[in-house]
């Protein structure tokens, strides 16, 4: 069974940062390209950022994070990982961890997508 479990989100004041970790439970982890979204209170679930399958493979950010965010990935721990800098109260919501292994790269940012999707850890910015 797939599970995709993430930690790291909390309550930060703007202009701070967070490091989200996703822990992974797939048999084959670099067989999958994975990645972030994120749902603020009353809107649609957005995409954040992901990353190809190696550990340093490419990489895709939205325009609301790029700059700011890095995704980043380890195969030989299963482990995804979203360093976010420079936080904006905008940047609130619940983050989640996604993973699909046969998802097309033009798809990447659509939600529906994914295969896979964690339970999300609640990020909070605010002062």
């Known amino acids: 069974q797939v599970q995709l479990v993430e930690s790291g989100g909390g309550l930060v004041q703007p202009g701070d940062s967070l490091r989200l970790s996703c822990s992974a439970s797939?048999?084959?982890?670099?067989?999958?390209?994975v990645g972030w979204f994120r749902q603020a209170p009353g809107k649609e679930r957005e995409f954040v950022a992901a990353?190809?399958?190696?550990?340093?493979?490419?990489?895709w950010y939205s325009d609301a994070v790029k700059g700011r965010f890095t995704i980043s990935r380890d195969n030989a721990e299963n482990t995804l990982y979203l360093q976010m800098n420079s936080l904006i109260p905008e940047d609130t919501g619940v983050y989640y961890c996604?993973?699909?292994?046969?998802?097309?790269?033009?798809?990447?940012?659509?939600?529906?997508?994914?295969?896979?999707w964690g339970q999300g850890t609640q990020v909070t910015v605010s002062s």
């Open positions: 797939l048999r084959t982890f670099s067989n999958y390209i």
């Open positions: 990353i190809n399958r190696r550990s340093a493979g490419h990489t």
């Open positions: 996604v993973a699909d292994s046969t998802i097309i790269l033009s798809s990447i940012r659509i939600v529906a997508q994914y295969d896979y």
